[in-house]
């Protein structure tokens, strides 16, 4: 059922989210400074091509450099990406078939809002992370 999912996604609507995301990651890559914003951007336009039988999971190890570049990326594409996604769910959402696609593209609202200290990863997985360092 996700491959189904994901090959209607692809059709209606993931590809050109996808797009949208690998042109903010270009630009973000322009310059030194926002290359992780880059990065982030292009993960994040992966997951948007197959988003099914994918979650989003918080990085624990994430700290305050995360909260402040996740403050930069809301103004500088965050806000129109996640219109971008409210925007494509409303018009899935008027078929039946339709409507898990819009739900989706909801679930994807608070990544493209907020990427940094996320991860995404498949969703029988869990991720590994340190929980404490040792020097």
């Given at each position: 059922m996700?491959?189904?999912?994901?090959?209607?996604?692809?059709?209606?609507?993931?590809?050109?989210?996808?797009?949208?995301?690998?042109?903010?990651?270009?630009?973000?890559?322009?310059?030194?400074?926002?290359?992780?914003?880059?990065?982030?951007?292009?993960?994040?336009?992966?997951?948007?091509?197959?988003?099914?039988?994918?979650?989003?999971?918080?990085?624990p190890t994430s700290g305050l450099g995360s909260l402040v570049g996740n403050v930069i990326w809301l103004i500088l594409c965050g806000i129109w990406l996640a219109i971008g996604h409210i925007v494509s769910a409303i018009a899935m959402a008027i078929t039946i078939i339709g409507i898990p696609l819009a739900i989706a593209n909801l679930k994807m609202v608070p990544i493209s809002l907020m990427p940094l200290g996320k991860d995404i990863v498949d969703v029988g997985s869990t991720p590994s992370y340190p929980t404490s360092y040792s020097s």
């Open positions: 996700r491959i189904l999912l994901n090959i209607i996604w692809l059709v209606f609507g993931g590809l050109w989210l996808a797009l949208g995301y690998f042109v903010a990651g270009v630009i973000c890559c322009i310059l030194i400074i926002t290359i992780p914003f880059g990065i982030a951007a292009f993960r994040i336009g992966v997951y948007a091509l197959w988003p099914f039988g994918k979650t989003v999971v918080s990085k």
